[in-house]
Protein backbone atom coordinates (compact mmCIF):
# COMPACT_ATOMS: atom_id res chain seq x y z
CA UNK A 1 0.00 0.00 0.00
CA UNK A 2 0.74 3.60 -0.47
CA UNK A 3 4.20 4.23 0.92
CA UNK A 4 4.59 1.29 2.91
CA UNK A 5 5.78 0.09 -0.89
CA UNK A 6 8.16 2.89 -1.49
CA UNK A 7 8.30 6.50 -0.95
CA UNK A 8 4.25 6.53 -0.92
CA UNK A 9 3.56 3.90 -3.14
CA UNK A 10 2.10 0.76 -3.61
CA UNK A 11 1.53 -2.13 -6.03
CA UNK A 12 2.16 -6.17 -5.99
CA UNK A 13 3.69 -6.05 -9.72
CA UNK A 14 -0.15 -5.85 -11.42
CA UNK A 15 -1.09 -3.98 -13.80
CA UNK A 16 -4.12 -1.87 -12.65
CA UNK A 17 -7.01 0.07 -14.58
CA UNK A 18 -7.94 3.23 -13.33
CA UNK A 19 -8.73 3.03 -9.86
CA UNK A 20 -11.81 2.20 -8.07
CA UNK A 21 -13.42 5.33 -5.92
CA UNK A 22 -14.71 2.61 -3.92
CA UNK A 23 -11.77 1.08 -2.56
CA UNK A 24 -11.15 -0.37 0.79
CA UNK A 25 -11.42 2.40 3.95
CA UNK A 26 -9.80 0.95 6.51
CA UNK A 27 -7.98 -1.93 5.05
CA UNK A 28 -10.08 -4.77 6.26
CA UNK A 29 -8.06 -8.41 5.98
CA UNK A 30 -8.59 -9.78 2.41
CA UNK A 31 -7.84 -8.42 -0.87
CA UNK A 32 -7.08 -4.97 -0.35
CA UNK A 33 -7.79 -2.50 -3.19
CA UNK A 34 -6.40 0.87 -4.09
CA UNK A 35 -7.63 4.65 -3.18
CA UNK A 36 -7.41 6.03 -6.01
CA UNK A 37 -7.83 9.34 -3.52
CA UNK A 38 -4.82 8.57 -1.72
CA UNK A 39 -3.26 8.06 -4.78
CA UNK A 40 -3.82 11.26 -6.40
CA UNK A 41 -2.78 13.18 -2.97
CA UNK A 42 0.08 11.68 -3.43
CA UNK A 43 0.91 12.70 -6.75
CA UNK A 44 0.47 16.17 -5.66
CA UNK A 45 2.13 16.03 -2.61
CA UNK A 46 5.25 14.66 -5.53
CA UNK A 47 4.34 17.89 -7.87
CA UNK A 48 4.71 20.41 -4.67
CA UNK A 49 8.22 18.58 -3.86
CA UNK A 50 8.86 19.31 -7.18
CA UNK A 51 7.62 23.03 -7.45
CA UNK A 52 9.80 23.19 -3.68
CA UNK A 53 13.04 22.03 -5.23
CA UNK A 54 12.99 23.45 -8.69
CA UNK A 55 10.70 26.32 -9.43
CA UNK A 56 7.21 26.90 -10.75
CA UNK A 57 6.40 25.45 -13.99
CA UNK A 58 6.09 28.51 -16.18
CA UNK A 59 7.11 30.84 -13.85
CA UNK A 60 9.97 31.94 -16.44
CA UNK A 61 6.92 32.80 -19.10
CA UNK A 62 5.19 34.67 -16.53
CA UNK A 63 7.35 36.95 -14.60
CA UNK A 64 10.42 36.49 -16.95
CA UNK A 65 12.32 35.40 -14.43
CA UNK A 66 13.71 31.44 -14.26
CA UNK A 67 13.58 31.94 -10.39
CA UNK A 68 10.88 29.47 -8.59
CA UNK A 69 9.34 33.06 -6.82
CA UNK A 70 10.22 36.02 -9.44
CA UNK A 71 12.71 36.99 -7.04
CA UNK A 72 14.73 38.62 -10.11
CA UNK A 73 13.20 41.72 -9.82
CA UNK A 74 10.00 40.26 -11.92
CA UNK A 75 7.02 42.25 -10.70
CA UNK A 76 3.45 41.95 -11.62
CA UNK A 77 0.61 39.27 -11.03
CA UNK A 78 2.94 37.04 -12.90
CA UNK A 79 5.53 37.20 -10.14
CA UNK A 80 2.83 37.44 -7.28
CA UNK A 81 0.91 34.46 -8.56
CA UNK A 82 4.39 32.15 -8.63
CA UNK A 83 5.52 33.53 -5.17
CA UNK A 84 2.35 32.21 -3.91
CA UNK A 85 2.47 28.92 -5.16
CA UNK A 86 5.86 28.30 -3.90
CA UNK A 87 5.10 29.39 0.10
CA UNK A 88 2.42 27.41 -0.40
CA UNK A 89 3.72 24.41 -1.32
CA UNK A 90 6.75 24.92 1.06
CA UNK A 91 6.88 22.48 3.99
CA UNK A 92 3.51 21.59 3.21
CA UNK A 93 4.55 18.97 0.55
CA UNK A 94 7.12 17.21 3.01
CA UNK A 95 4.08 17.33 5.77
CA UNK A 96 1.87 15.45 3.10
CA UNK A 97 3.75 12.99 2.73
CA UNK A 98 4.42 12.05 5.92
CA UNK A 99 0.59 12.24 6.80
CA UNK A 100 -0.15 10.05 3.55
CA UNK A 101 2.28 7.56 5.37
CA UNK A 102 -0.04 6.99 8.31
CA UNK A 103 -2.60 6.66 6.16
CA UNK A 104 -0.87 4.04 4.21
CA UNK A 105 0.22 2.13 7.31
CA UNK A 106 -2.90 1.74 8.27
CA UNK A 107 -4.41 0.45 5.14
CA UNK A 108 -1.57 -1.72 4.72
CA UNK A 109 -2.01 -3.17 8.58
CA UNK A 110 -5.49 -3.57 7.88
CA UNK A 111 -8.61 -3.38 10.47
CA UNK A 112 -8.01 -2.65 14.19
CA UNK A 113 -9.01 -6.20 15.15
CA UNK A 114 -5.75 -7.76 14.08
CA UNK A 115 -5.21 -11.48 12.64
CA UNK A 116 -3.27 -14.24 13.41
CA UNK A 117 0.28 -13.30 15.03
CA UNK A 118 2.06 -14.84 12.09
CA UNK A 119 0.08 -11.97 10.09
CA UNK A 120 0.82 -9.17 12.59
CA UNK A 121 4.64 -10.36 12.66
CA UNK A 122 5.11 -10.67 8.68
CA UNK A 123 3.47 -7.06 8.37
CA UNK A 124 5.71 -5.88 11.19
CA UNK A 125 8.70 -6.88 8.94
CA UNK A 126 7.48 -6.07 5.70
CA UNK A 127 7.41 -2.49 6.65
CA UNK A 128 10.83 -3.00 8.63
CA UNK A 129 12.04 -4.04 5.58
CA UNK A 130 11.09 -1.05 3.53
CA UNK A 131 12.31 1.46 6.31
CA UNK A 132 15.62 -0.05 5.96
CA UNK A 133 15.61 0.54 2.12
CA UNK A 134 14.53 3.16 2.43
CA UNK A 135 16.92 4.64 4.33
CA UNK A 136 20.03 2.83 2.49
CA UNK A 137 17.90 4.75 -0.90
CA UNK A 138 18.12 8.29 0.92
CA UNK A 139 21.32 8.28 2.24
CA UNK A 140 22.51 7.66 -1.29
CA UNK A 141 20.51 10.13 -2.59
CA UNK A 142 21.64 12.77 -0.39
CA UNK A 143 25.34 11.91 -1.20
CA UNK A 144 24.76 13.80 -4.07
CA UNK A 145 24.04 16.97 -2.51
CA UNK A 146 21.86 18.33 -4.85
CA UNK A 147 18.06 18.27 -2.26
CA UNK A 148 17.27 18.02 1.17
CA UNK A 149 16.48 14.34 0.75
CA UNK A 150 13.23 13.11 2.85
CA UNK A 151 13.70 9.56 1.89
CA UNK A 152 16.07 8.38 5.06
CA UNK A 153 14.20 10.08 7.50
CA UNK A 154 10.73 8.66 5.95
CA UNK A 155 12.42 5.21 7.12
CA UNK A 156 12.67 6.41 10.32
CA UNK A 157 8.97 7.24 10.49
CA UNK A 158 8.05 3.78 9.41
CA UNK A 159 10.49 1.84 12.19
CA UNK A 160 9.06 4.08 14.85
CA UNK A 161 5.30 3.52 13.88
CA UNK A 162 5.52 -0.44 13.61
CA UNK A 163 4.48 -0.80 17.08
CA UNK A 164 1.70 1.40 16.96
CA UNK A 165 -0.47 -0.12 13.77
CA UNK A 166 -2.97 -1.71 15.31
CA UNK A 167 -3.92 1.04 18.03
CA UNK A 168 -7.59 2.40 17.93
CA UNK A 169 -8.27 5.70 16.47
CA UNK A 170 -8.57 7.66 20.25
CA UNK A 171 -5.18 6.05 20.82
CA UNK A 172 -3.28 6.95 17.76
CA UNK A 173 -5.50 10.51 18.05
CA UNK A 174 -4.05 11.25 21.51
CA UNK A 175 -0.69 10.36 20.87
CA UNK A 176 -0.21 13.10 17.88
CA UNK A 177 -1.62 15.55 19.76
CA UNK A 178 0.59 15.03 22.14
CA UNK A 179 3.64 14.91 19.86
CA UNK A 180 2.38 18.21 18.06
CA UNK A 181 2.51 19.73 21.55
CA UNK A 182 5.28 18.28 22.75
CA UNK A 183 7.63 17.37 19.80
CA UNK A 184 8.39 20.90 18.88
CA UNK A 185 9.28 22.51 21.89
CA UNK A 186 11.47 19.26 22.78
CA UNK A 187 13.17 19.80 18.98
CA UNK A 188 13.75 24.06 19.69
CA UNK A 189 15.31 23.05 23.26
CA UNK A 190 17.45 20.21 21.56
CA UNK A 191 18.62 22.65 18.60
CA UNK A 192 19.81 25.55 20.98
CA UNK A 193 22.66 22.75 22.60
CA UNK A 194 25.77 23.42 21.57
CA UNK A 195 25.70 19.90 20.01
CA UNK A 196 27.02 19.30 16.04
CA UNK A 197 24.78 19.71 13.23
CA UNK A 198 24.80 17.49 10.15
CA UNK A 199 27.27 19.81 7.36
CA UNK A 200 24.19 19.84 5.51
CA UNK A 201 21.57 21.03 8.12
CA UNK A 202 20.41 25.38 7.93
CA UNK A 203 21.37 27.00 10.91
CA UNK A 204 19.84 30.12 11.64
CA UNK A 205 21.57 30.74 14.57
CA UNK A 206 22.44 34.48 15.47
CA UNK A 207 20.50 35.89 12.68
CA UNK A 208 18.87 39.41 13.86
CA UNK A 209 17.07 41.93 13.07
CA UNK A 210 19.75 43.56 11.78
CA UNK A 211 20.99 40.85 9.33
CA UNK A 212 16.94 40.70 8.26
CA UNK A 213 17.34 44.14 7.30
CA UNK A 214 20.49 43.97 5.59
CA UNK A 215 19.01 41.58 3.23
CA UNK A 216 15.69 43.02 2.09
CA UNK A 217 18.08 46.38 1.74
CA UNK A 218 20.12 44.56 -0.64
CA UNK A 219 17.81 41.68 -2.93
CA UNK A 220 14.73 44.55 -2.10
CA UNK A 221 16.93 47.06 -4.27
CA UNK A 222 15.71 46.90 -7.98
CA UNK A 223 19.11 48.53 -9.12
CA UNK A 224 21.40 46.20 -7.28
CA UNK A 225 19.19 43.30 -8.33
CA UNK A 226 19.37 44.70 -12.07
CA UNK A 227 23.60 44.86 -12.34
CA UNK A 228 23.60 41.38 -10.78
CA UNK A 229 21.01 40.11 -13.54
CA UNK A 230 23.57 42.07 -15.95
CA UNK A 231 26.46 40.52 -14.73
CA UNK A 232 25.16 37.02 -14.50
CA UNK A 233 24.01 37.45 -18.48
CA UNK A 234 27.48 38.36 -19.42
CA UNK A 235 28.69 35.45 -17.65
CA UNK A 236 26.45 33.42 -20.15
CA UNK A 237 27.20 34.89 -23.28
CA UNK A 238 31.00 34.49 -22.51
CA UNK A 239 30.28 30.88 -22.51
CA UNK A 240 30.47 30.71 -18.46
CA UNK A 241 27.95 30.36 -16.11
CA UNK A 242 25.49 32.66 -14.36
CA UNK A 243 26.09 30.40 -11.29
CA UNK A 244 30.03 29.56 -9.84
CA UNK A 245 29.10 25.72 -11.23
CA UNK A 246 32.00 23.58 -12.61
CA UNK A 247 32.28 19.83 -14.03
CA UNK A 248 31.88 17.92 -10.75
CA UNK A 249 30.12 20.84 -8.47
CA UNK A 250 26.63 21.65 -7.42
CA UNK A 251 26.04 25.22 -7.79
CA UNK A 252 26.37 25.40 -3.90
CA UNK A 253 30.11 25.00 -4.64
CA UNK A 254 29.80 21.67 -2.52
CA UNK A 255 31.90 18.49 -3.90
CA UNK A 256 29.36 15.93 -5.17
CA UNK A 257 29.02 12.70 -3.87
CA UNK A 258 29.86 14.23 -0.28
CA UNK A 259 29.16 12.05 2.51
CA UNK A 260 30.33 14.74 4.95
CA UNK A 261 27.13 16.47 4.08
CA UNK A 262 24.30 14.11 5.03
CA UNK A 263 22.84 13.26 8.21
CA UNK A 264 23.82 11.37 10.68
CA UNK A 265 21.50 9.53 13.59
CA UNK A 266 20.49 12.15 15.90
CA UNK A 267 19.75 14.59 12.74
CA UNK A 268 17.26 12.03 11.50
CA UNK A 269 15.72 12.10 15.04
CA UNK A 270 16.00 16.20 16.20
CA UNK A 271 18.53 18.43 14.26
CA UNK A 272 17.99 17.53 10.46
CA UNK A 273 15.55 19.37 8.46
CA UNK A 274 13.02 16.67 8.97
CA UNK A 275 13.13 15.75 12.43
CA UNK A 276 11.14 12.73 13.82
CA UNK A 277 10.49 14.54 16.67
CA UNK A 278 8.29 16.80 14.91
CA UNK A 279 7.20 14.86 11.85
CA UNK A 280 5.76 11.58 13.69
CA UNK A 281 2.94 13.83 14.79
CA UNK A 282 1.84 14.03 11.21
CA UNK A 283 2.54 10.41 10.62
CA UNK A 284 0.21 9.50 13.72
CA UNK A 285 -2.48 12.10 12.47
CA UNK A 286 -2.44 10.37 9.20
CA UNK A 287 -2.84 7.39 11.05
CA UNK A 288 -5.50 8.00 13.13
CA UNK A 289 -7.33 9.58 9.84
CA UNK A 290 -7.38 6.33 8.09
CA UNK A 291 -8.30 4.63 11.30
CA UNK A 292 -11.32 6.27 11.52
CA UNK A 293 -12.42 5.33 7.87
CA UNK A 294 -11.90 7.34 4.68
CA UNK A 295 -14.82 5.27 2.87
CA UNK A 296 -17.88 7.25 2.67
CA UNK A 297 -18.63 10.45 1.24
CA UNK A 298 -19.26 11.84 4.95
CA UNK A 299 -16.26 10.37 6.07
CA UNK A 300 -14.43 12.30 3.38
CA UNK A 301 -16.27 15.82 3.87
CA UNK A 302 -15.31 15.24 7.78
CA UNK A 303 -11.76 15.18 6.55
CA UNK A 304 -12.11 17.89 4.32
CA UNK A 305 -13.82 20.27 7.34
CA UNK A 306 -11.30 18.96 9.96
CA UNK A 307 -8.54 19.94 7.74
CA UNK A 308 -9.94 23.37 6.81
CA UNK A 309 -10.51 23.68 10.89
CA UNK A 310 -7.40 22.93 11.91
CA UNK A 311 -5.07 24.48 9.27
CA UNK A 312 -7.30 27.80 10.42
CA UNK A 313 -6.36 27.04 14.04
CA UNK A 314 -2.46 26.47 13.51
CA UNK A 315 -1.79 29.08 11.10
CA UNK A 316 -4.51 31.67 12.57
CA UNK A 317 -3.23 31.50 16.06
CA UNK A 318 0.17 32.21 14.70
CA UNK A 319 -0.52 34.99 13.06
CA UNK A 320 -2.19 36.65 15.77
CA UNK A 321 0.79 35.93 17.88
CA UNK A 322 3.42 37.33 15.86
CA UNK A 323 0.61 40.41 14.37
CA UNK A 324 -2.04 41.53 16.46
CA UNK A 325 -0.98 40.35 19.47
CA UNK A 326 2.84 40.56 19.18
CA UNK A 327 3.33 43.73 21.37
CA UNK A 328 2.01 41.71 24.82
CA UNK A 329 5.13 38.84 24.04
CA UNK A 330 8.04 39.50 25.74
CA UNK A 331 11.15 39.83 24.10
CA UNK A 332 12.43 43.34 22.03
CA UNK A 333 13.49 41.78 18.96
CA UNK A 334 11.28 39.56 16.60
CA UNK A 335 13.99 37.46 16.45
CA UNK A 336 13.90 36.55 20.00
CA UNK A 337 13.71 33.27 21.49
CA UNK A 338 10.38 33.30 23.08
CA UNK A 339 9.03 33.99 19.60
CA UNK A 340 10.60 31.01 17.84
CA UNK A 341 7.74 28.47 18.84
CA UNK A 342 4.83 30.51 17.87
CA UNK A 343 6.09 30.83 13.97
CA UNK A 344 4.16 28.89 11.29
CA UNK A 345 6.60 29.21 8.80
CA UNK A 346 7.54 26.33 6.06
CA UNK A 347 10.13 24.07 8.00
CA UNK A 348 9.89 26.12 11.10
CA UNK A 349 8.46 22.95 13.05
CA UNK A 350 6.53 24.22 15.57
CA UNK A 351 3.28 23.28 17.28
CA UNK A 352 1.32 25.89 14.96
CA UNK A 353 3.10 24.40 12.18
CA UNK A 354 2.36 21.11 12.64
CA UNK A 355 -1.01 21.66 13.19
CA UNK A 356 -1.96 23.94 10.74
CA UNK A 357 0.35 21.67 7.72
CA UNK A 358 -1.92 18.32 9.46
CA UNK A 359 -5.32 20.41 8.45
CA UNK A 360 -3.88 21.35 4.97
CA UNK A 361 -3.16 17.50 4.84
CA UNK A 362 -6.33 16.45 5.95
CA UNK A 363 -7.84 18.88 3.24
CA UNK A 364 -5.83 17.85 0.26
CA UNK A 365 -6.94 14.46 1.18
CA UNK A 366 -10.18 15.04 1.63
CA UNK A 367 -10.69 16.56 -1.70
CA UNK A 368 -9.13 14.40 -3.53
CA UNK A 369 -10.93 11.15 -1.88
CA UNK A 370 -14.24 12.98 -2.96
CA UNK A 371 -12.93 14.12 -6.68
CA UNK A 372 -11.87 10.58 -7.34
CA UNK A 373 -15.22 9.16 -6.40
CA UNK A 374 -16.77 11.06 -9.90
CA UNK A 375 -15.57 9.30 -12.85
CA UNK A 376 -14.65 11.88 -14.91
CA UNK A 377 -12.55 13.86 -12.14
CA UNK A 378 -10.80 10.14 -11.65
CA UNK A 379 -9.98 9.39 -15.13
CA UNK A 380 -8.72 13.28 -15.48
CA UNK A 381 -6.72 12.85 -12.24
CA UNK A 382 -5.93 9.57 -13.14
CA UNK A 383 -2.14 10.59 -14.43
CA UNK A 384 -1.84 12.48 -11.05
CA UNK A 385 -2.61 9.66 -9.36
CA UNK A 386 0.15 7.37 -11.33
CA UNK A 387 2.69 9.50 -9.96
CA UNK A 388 1.35 9.26 -6.44
CA UNK A 389 1.72 5.56 -7.57
CA UNK A 390 5.51 5.75 -7.92
CA UNK A 391 7.10 8.41 -6.04
CA UNK A 392 9.73 6.22 -5.19
CA UNK A 393 10.86 6.31 -8.62
CA UNK A 394 9.88 9.81 -9.62
CA UNK A 395 11.31 11.51 -6.51
CA UNK A 396 14.83 9.75 -7.19
CA UNK A 397 14.78 10.42 -10.46
CA UNK A 398 14.27 13.86 -9.95
CA UNK A 399 17.38 14.33 -7.35
CA UNK A 400 19.56 12.49 -9.71
CA UNK A 401 18.29 14.95 -12.95
CA UNK A 402 19.38 17.97 -10.30
CA UNK A 403 22.54 16.66 -9.72
CA UNK A 404 23.45 16.52 -12.91
CA UNK A 405 22.24 20.05 -13.83
CA UNK A 406 23.72 21.46 -11.13
CA UNK A 407 26.82 19.80 -11.60
CA UNK A 408 27.33 20.89 -15.13
CA UNK A 409 26.75 17.60 -16.29
CA UNK A 410 24.29 17.89 -19.02
CA UNK A 411 25.39 17.91 -22.52
CA UNK A 412 24.82 21.08 -24.70
CA UNK A 413 21.76 20.00 -26.21
CA UNK A 414 20.24 20.00 -22.99
CA UNK A 415 21.09 23.65 -22.03
CA UNK A 416 17.72 24.69 -22.36
CA UNK A 417 16.46 22.14 -19.09
CA UNK A 418 18.55 24.64 -16.85
CA UNK A 419 16.00 26.99 -17.28
CA UNK A 420 13.04 25.15 -17.76
CA UNK A 421 13.84 22.23 -15.44
CA UNK A 422 10.65 21.55 -13.78
CA UNK A 423 8.41 22.35 -16.38
CA UNK A 424 10.75 19.11 -18.18
CA UNK A 425 10.21 17.10 -15.06
CA UNK A 426 6.85 17.40 -14.60
CA UNK A 427 5.88 16.12 -17.93
CA UNK A 428 7.74 13.57 -17.85
CA UNK A 429 6.37 12.83 -14.66
CA UNK A 430 2.82 12.35 -16.03
CA UNK A 431 3.68 10.58 -19.19
CA UNK A 432 5.97 8.17 -18.00
CA UNK A 433 3.60 7.12 -14.52
CA UNK A 434 0.74 7.03 -16.93
CA UNK A 435 1.89 4.95 -19.76
CA UNK A 436 3.78 2.59 -16.99
CA UNK A 437 1.34 1.70 -14.73
CA UNK A 438 -1.13 0.90 -17.46
CA UNK A 439 0.84 -1.69 -18.95
CA UNK A 440 3.56 -2.77 -16.74
CA UNK A 441 2.08 -1.64 -12.62
CA UNK A 442 3.85 -0.68 -10.48
CA UNK A 443 6.98 1.40 -10.15
CA UNK A 444 10.67 0.55 -11.60
CA UNK A 445 12.09 0.86 -8.03
CA UNK A 446 8.68 0.16 -6.24
CA UNK A 447 8.48 -3.68 -7.89
CA UNK A 448 11.97 -4.72 -6.28
CA UNK A 449 11.21 -2.74 -2.74
CA UNK A 450 7.66 -4.60 -2.20
CA UNK A 451 9.51 -8.01 -3.42
CA UNK A 452 12.46 -8.10 -1.08
CA UNK A 453 9.79 -6.82 2.18
CA UNK A 454 7.44 -10.10 0.80
CA UNK A 455 10.38 -12.38 0.53
CA UNK A 456 12.36 -11.48 3.98
CA UNK A 457 9.05 -11.61 5.73
CA UNK A 458 8.16 -15.27 4.33
CA UNK A 459 11.22 -16.50 4.96
CA UNK A 460 11.99 -14.85 8.72
CA UNK A 461 8.13 -15.75 9.90
CA UNK A 462 6.97 -19.26 9.53
CA UNK A 463 3.58 -20.41 9.76
CA UNK A 464 4.09 -23.23 11.73
CA UNK A 465 -0.08 -23.91 12.22
CA UNK A 466 0.01 -24.54 8.06
CA UNK A 467 -0.93 -27.75 7.09
CA UNK A 468 1.80 -30.03 6.34
CA UNK A 469 2.80 -30.65 2.70
CA UNK A 470 1.50 -33.42 0.41
CA UNK A 471 3.28 -36.48 1.39
CA UNK A 472 3.97 -35.73 4.39
CA UNK A 473 3.86 -38.27 7.48
CA UNK A 474 0.70 -37.23 9.57
CA UNK A 475 0.96 -36.55 13.07
CA UNK A 476 -1.98 -37.87 15.59
CA UNK A 477 -4.63 -40.30 15.93
CA UNK A 478 -5.82 -41.70 12.64
CA UNK A 479 -9.58 -42.75 11.62
Same mark, same amino acid.
Given at each position: ???????????????????????????????????????? /???? !?????????????????????? #???????? %? #????????????? @?? #????????????????? +??????????????????????????????????? $?????? @???????????? !? @??? +????????? !?? !??? @????????????????? #????????? &????????????????????????? &????????????????? /????????????? *? %??????????????????? $?????????? &???? +???????????????????????????????????? =?? *?????????????????????????????????????? +???? %???????????????????????????????????????? /????????? *??????????????????????????? %??????????????????? =???????????
Amino acid at each position: MAVAEGLGTAGDGRREPPPDPGAAGTGRRGPRERLAGVDA /ARGV !ALLGVFIAHMGVPLAVLATGDP #GPTGWGGA %T #GHGAALAELVSEA @VG #GRSAALFAFLAGVSLVL +LAGSDRPGTRVERNRVRVRLAVRALLLIAVGYALA $TLGSLA @VILHFYGVYFLL !A @VPL +LWLRTRHLA !AL !AVA @VALIGPQATLAAQSLPV #GHAAGSVEE &AGWTSADDAAWEATWGDPEWVREKE &ASWEAAEESGGSALPVT /AGEPAGGEALFSP *E %TVEGPLDLLVFGLYPATVF $TAYVLAGMAV &ARAG +LRGRRARWWTVGGGAGLAVLGYGTSWLLRGPLVRFL =PG *EDEFSPWRAPLEAYAHSNTSFEVVGNTGAAMAVVGLCL +LLCG %TRPARVLLYPVAAMGAMTLTLYTAHGVLLWAVYGGLLPGW /ASWAQTYTV *EAVVAFSLVFATVWRLTLGAGPMERPV %TAASKAVARWTVRDRSAAP =PEGAKAVGPTA
